[in-house]
């Protein structure tokens, strides 16, 4: 796997960072993967906690977010940069926010392609495949550590490698 970029996470809001938000995931999921834009915008964009991955240059380079549920969703690298670290350090953003909102567990709906991904970094399969905008997609859930230091979620027994201690 190449070296994670140079790549600063910044903590997004929908008011102040919409329009680089957008452009990543218009590049990934609509343009790149089809997805009608009627489907990639929704009422969660505004309530929900953003990050941006931004490269040396300040071009944001990758996104996520936590719905208020505990769902992590819209995550998107753009090509260039995937295979470097950027996916990973933005879900380790995510779930760490999860962890101070108190969280005790998340989970998402990962496209099918990318769920060997999300196991690499605990999460485990839910549920059979389904679709979702035209797309298998699959549930995935990961229990993580509360703040308190005692184990949660679904096995309450396993902490998360990426939330910080």
Same mark, same amino acid.
Request: proline share 6%; glycine share 10%; hydrophobic share 40%.
């Given at each position: 796997?190449?070296?994670?970029p140079?790549? +600063?996470?910044?903590?997004?809001?929908?008011?102040?960072?919409r329009?680089?938000?957008?452009? !990543?995931r218009? &590049? +990934?999921?609509?343009?790149e993967?089809?997805?009608?834009e &009627?489907?990639?915008w929704?009422?969660?964009?505004?309530v $929900? /906690?953003?990050?941006?991955?931004?490269?040396?240059?300040?071009? $944001? +380079?990758?996104?996520?977010?936590?719905?208020?549920?505990g769902?992590?969703?819209? !995550?998107? !690298?753009?090509?260039?940069? /995937?295979?470097?670290g950027?996916?990973s350090?933005?879900?380790? @953003?995510?779930v760490?926010?999860?962890?101070?909102?108190?969280?005790? &567990? !998340?989970?998402? @709906?990962?496209?099918?392609?990318?769920a060997?991904f999300?196991?690499?970094?605990?999460?485990?399969a +839910?549920?059979?495949?389904f679709?979702?905008?035209?797309?298998?997609?699959?549930?995935m859930?990961?229990?993580?550590?509360?703040?308190?230091?005692?184990?949660?979620?679904?096995?309450?027994?396993?902490?998360?490698?990426?939330?910080?201690?």
């Amino acid at each position: 796997m190449p070296a994670c970029p140079a790549v +600063v996470l910044h903590p997004a809001t929908w008011a102040d960072d919409r329009a680089a938000l957008q452009a !990543v995931r218009r &590049s +990934v999921f609509i343009e790149e993967q089809a997805i009608p834009e &009627s489907e990639e915008w929704d009422d969660v964009d505004p309530v $929900a /906690r953003h990050v941006l991955a931004l490269a040396g240059n300040r071009d $944001a +380079v990758g996104t996520g977010r936590l719905e208020p549920t505990g769902k992590i969703g819209r !995550v998107a !690298v753009l090509p260039q940069y /995937r295979g470097s670290g950027v996916g990973s350090l933005i879900m380790g @953003h995510l779930v760490n926010q999860a962890t101070e909102s108190g969280f005790t &567990s !998340v989970y998402l @709906h990962a496209q099918a392609t990318a769920a060997g991904f999300y196991e690499r970094l605990g999460f485990r399969a +839910v549920g059979p495949v389904f679709d979702e905008v035209g797309i298998p997609h699959v549930r995935m859930s990961l229990g993580i550590k509360r703040k308190d230091g005692h184990e949660a979620g679904r096995h309450g027994h396993e902490e998360h490698p990426l939330v910080a201690r």
